[in-house]
């Protein structure tokens, strides 16, 4: 079973990630650094050539082709949510959880990163409100989980992602005989 994370940018999604993936003995697959391999640049400067549509495409492709190999904890890109498509592949392909933050928390985070192109603006916290109102319901629409990150430790939010996991697969029972 794959086990997807989304969520707002700078939500936790590679660091839970990596996490999950050592405690789970798993492989991770972080679809934002998978496109910078692929295109030979960093996803900011390919978004100032071909713009954000462009990137989709590429984005879609390669969430479609990590979800298809083998089991792997994968973290998506922020955005990852946005198509239709890439919903339902992410919900029917693995188990999603959503690392929900408030854009505050994020901001609290993030105000100082250059290298997230849809935050390079006059008004970042403003951005990132808005992307939440936007980006919420779609998070929401393709989780199978939705776990708030406020005020948790890395080792504490891993746990309740392992919690949720276990909660959630299905109970080998014994045979009764005689039945």
């Known amino acids: 079973m794959n086990i997807i994370l989304v969520g707002m940018p700078g939500s936790g999604k590679s660091t839970v990630g990596r996490s999950l993936a050592r405690r789970l003995?798993?492989?991770?697959?972080?679809s934002d650094q998978v496109?910078?391999?692929?295109?030979?640049?960093?996803?900011?400067?390919?978004f100032d050539?071909?713009?954000e549509a462009a990137f989709r495409d590429v984005e879609a492709s390669v969430i479609?082709?990590?979800?298809?190999?083998?089991?792997?904890?994968?973290?998506?890109?922020?955005?990852?949510?946005?198509?239709?498509?890439?919903?339902?592949?992410?919900?029917?392909?693995?188990?999603?959880?959503?690392?929900?933050s408030s854009p505050e928390q994020l901001y609290r985070r993030l105000r100082h990163d250059t290298k997230?192109?849809?935050?390079?603006?006059?008004?970042?916290?403003?951005?990132?409100r808005e992307l939440y109102n936007a980006r919420d319901p779609l998070y929401?629409?393709?989780?199978?989980?939705?776990?708030?990150t406020r005020g948790s430790a890395l080792s504490a939010l891993v746990s309740r992602v392992l919690m949720q996991l276990e909660l959630a697969s299905p109970v080998e029972r014994p045979k009764a005989e005689g039945i």
């Open 25 to 30: 003995q798993m492989d991770l697959a972080d």
């Open 35 to 46: 496109i910078e391999q692929r295109l030979g640049c960093s996803i900011r400067s390919y």
């Open 49 to 51: 050539q071909h713009g």
């Open 64 to 100: 479609d082709e990590l979800t298809r190999g083998a089991q792997i904890v994968l973290a998506t890109g922020g955005g990852a949510v946005l198509r239709p498509a890439n919903r339902q592949r992410l919900r029917e392909r693995g188990t999603v959880i959503y690392l929900r």
């Open 116 to 128: 997230r192109p849809l935050l390079q603006v006059a008004d970042p916290l403003g951005r990132l």
């Open 140 to 148: 929401r629409e393709c989780a199978h989980f939705v776990i708030d």
